[in-house]
């Protein structure tokens, strides 16, 4: 499985960049979305949260100072990782950070985070601090998304052709079993109930994660 790195789409204004073009183009951005959006506005942190080991999946987030690490944990669970209520982990190097502390009394721009899900089939996640900047908040929604990578197209490992549609699971593991419609057919580890679907995620094709 190659998952080639794509542009994302700005969640406010539409155009489209990398991932580092994003980064950018949003400094500019937030500032623009600052000065003709309406409603109360309060300290936050433009996060770039990445997959460690694929260019294909990133994030950049707004993150309400106020909110605490727990609450980025169920934002990043429900956007790209829950599957069956694995353990999760916050490091700075070799240091643990407790699920209950707030963002503003650990986090400063230029700091990275590492991010685990799973201890198991680990998913592991980078988070780079962009920025700090007065931003517009959202009622109970202190993380929301700022941009987002378009779904990378992958082509189906087996023939080498078509887009891959579904995942062996098994095969992952080495990483393999990206099977576009026809090649699942032909493929002989499971029948159609045991593959994963595609989705824009780096946790695809991991456990049971289907989205
Ligand atoms: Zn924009
Ligand atoms: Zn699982
Ligand atoms: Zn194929
Ligand atoms: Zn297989």
Known sequence: MKAKANKGACAHCGKEYTKS??????????IDKLQTTQGKTGPCFHLQVADRFSSAYWLHLQADANTTLKSLDAFLRKIWLECCGHMSVFH???H??????????ILEPGMELDYEYDMGDTTALRITVMGEYPGVLTPKKPVTVLARNLPPAVLCDACGKKPAVMICPECNY??????CK???????????????????????????YTG
Do not use: T
Request: charged share 25%; with cysteine; hydrophobic share 30%.
């Open 182 to 208: 026809g090649c699942a057919k032909k493929h002989e580890c499971g029948d159609e109930d045991y593959f994963l679907p595609v989705v824009n995620s780096p946790r695809a094709g991991v456990c049971g």
């Open 21 to 30: 073009g994003m980064a950018k183009h949003l400094e500019q951005c937030l």
């Open 96 to 105: 643990q950070l407790g699920m209950g502390r707030k963002l503003a009394s």
């Open 174 to 179: 080495e990483g393999e079993g990206w099977l």
């Open 92 to 94: 700075i190097g070799p």
